[in-house]
Nanobody
Framework: QVQLVESGGGLVQAGGSLRLSCAVS????????MGWYRQAPGKQRDLVAN???????IYADSVKGRFTISRDNAKNTVYLQMNSLKPEDTAVYYC?????????WGQGTQVTVSS
């Protein structure tokens, strides 16, 4: 069974930083995409950032220049470094991986940015 466990969420003031981690366990032969999504109350779940197997990354326009997605293949972990946080970044952040054949989701970690 594949399991994704997020950590690093919490409460931070505007302008601060957090780093989210997502540790992947289980038998997975190949991961094609690792990414982060977020969902605020009353809103849909939106892509924040993806990193594909080649190392290429994509970001939502709202986080470009502030967030950085990275991975540690040896640790089977994907990270989201969040800098210059804004209240608008407040949401539950979800880790997602796909093998191409199946998607796997973490249970989410709350990020709250106060003014």
């Amino acid at each position: 069974q594949v399991q994704l466990v997020e950590s690093g969420g919490g409460l931070v003031q505007a302008g601060g930083s957090l780093r989210l981690s997502c540790a992947v366990s289980g038998n997975i032969f190949s991961i094609t995409v690792m990414g982060w999504y977020r969902q605020a109350p009353g809103k849909q779940r939106d892509l924040v950032a993806n990193i594909i197997s080649s190392g290429s990354t994509i970001y939502a326009d709202s986080v470009k220049g502030r967030f950085t997605i990275s991975r540690d293949n040896a640790k089977n972990t994907v990270y989201l470094q969040m800098n210059s946080l804004k209240p608008e970044d407040t949401a539950v952040y979800y880790c997602r991986i796909t093998t191409g054949a199946q998607d796997y989701w973490g249970q989410g970690t709350q990020v709250t940015v106060s003014s």
